[in-house]
Nanobody, 122 residues
Framework: QVQLVESGGGLVQAGGSLRLSCAAS????????MGWYRQAPGKQRELVAR????????YADSEKKGRFTISRDNAKNTVYLQMNSLKPEDTAVYYC???????????????WGQGTQVTVSS
């Protein structure tokens, strides 16, 4: 009923930038929080940043807040992650998550995208 599709990943040199996008589609009545997570090989998935429908942002730590910017376009049901000054340790699969209320229902459920690979070379 709901699909999240990420794009914008790729290979970049250290110090470079990437902008990830995640578009939600389907039988959507409303989206509450949206967020970006990442999972490096051998590690658990971790929060990068999230944003409310009203635009309030929350970053996992100050280091990410200084280099990454999360934003969203509610009209397009899309969330973005601008990543600057990328480091090799940022290499991971990046996933978006959306807290969605499907049309005709009264509850919110989490939906995940399929992930997009970000590789930062040194």
């Amino acid at each position: 009923q709901v699909q999240l599709v990420e794009s914008g990943g790729g290979l970049v040199q250290a110090g470079g930038s990437l902008r990830l996008s995640c578009a939600a589609s389907g039988n959507i009545f409303r989206i509450n929080n949206m967020g970006w997570y990442r999972q490096a090989p051998g590690k658990q998935r971790e929060l990068v940043a999230r944003i409310t429908s009203g635009g309030t942002t929350n970053y996992a730590d100050s280091e990410k807040k200084g280099r990454f910017t999360i934003s969203r376009d509610n009209a397009k049901n899309t969330v973005y992650l601008q990543m600057n000054s990328l480091k090799p340790e940022d290499t991971a699969v990046y996933y978006c998550k959306a807290d969605v209320r499907v049309s005709g229902t009264y509850s919110y459920y989490d939906y995940w995208g399929q992930g997009t690979q970000v590789t930062v070379s040194s």
